[in-house]
Nanobody, 126 residues
Framework: QVQLVESGGGLVQAGGSLRLSCTAS????????MGWFRQAPGKEREFVAA????????ARGDSLEDRFTISRDVARNTMYLQINNLKPGDTGTYFC???????????????????WGQGTQVTVSS
């Protein structure tokens, strides 16, 4: 069974940086797409970024700036989300997700992902 465990969230001052991690287990992920979503209080879940596990190409949400960088370490089965110059609007719960159907334009939809982590909280103070 696929399991995803996020870590790296916390309380950060505006302007700071965080690197979130998502460690995956329970399958061979070479054909997967892996993604990050976030949910702010009172808002819908929002696509942040996704990555093609085998090839490493990625996509980022249209409304997001290049402050967000997704990457992965295949040997460690771990995906990362680097967030720089954090803003109070980045506050929310960040979820990682796995899509066994691979990488394509559909990865911007949370419906494409079959497996989800529990989330890690990011709070940015002004």
């Amino acid at each position: 069974q696929v399991q995803l465990v996020e870590s790296g969230g916390g309380l950060v001052q505006a302007g700071g940086s965080l690197r979130l991690s998502c460690t995956a287990s329970g399958d061979t992920f070479s054909r997967y797409a892996m993604g990050w979503f976030r949910q702010a209080p009172g808002k819908e879940r929002e696509f942040v970024a996704a990555i093609n596990w085998r090839q490493g190409n990625s996509a980022r949400g249209d409304s997001l700036e290049d402050r967000f960088t997704i990457s992965r370490d295949v040997a460690r089965n771990t995906m990362y989300l680097q967030i720089n110059n954090l803003k109070p609007g980045d506050t929310g719960t960040y979820f990682c997700a796995a899509d066994p159907d691979g990488f394509g334009p559909w990865v911007e939809s949370e419906d494409a992902f079959d497996y989800w982590g529990q989330g890690t909280q990011v709070t940015v103070s002004s």
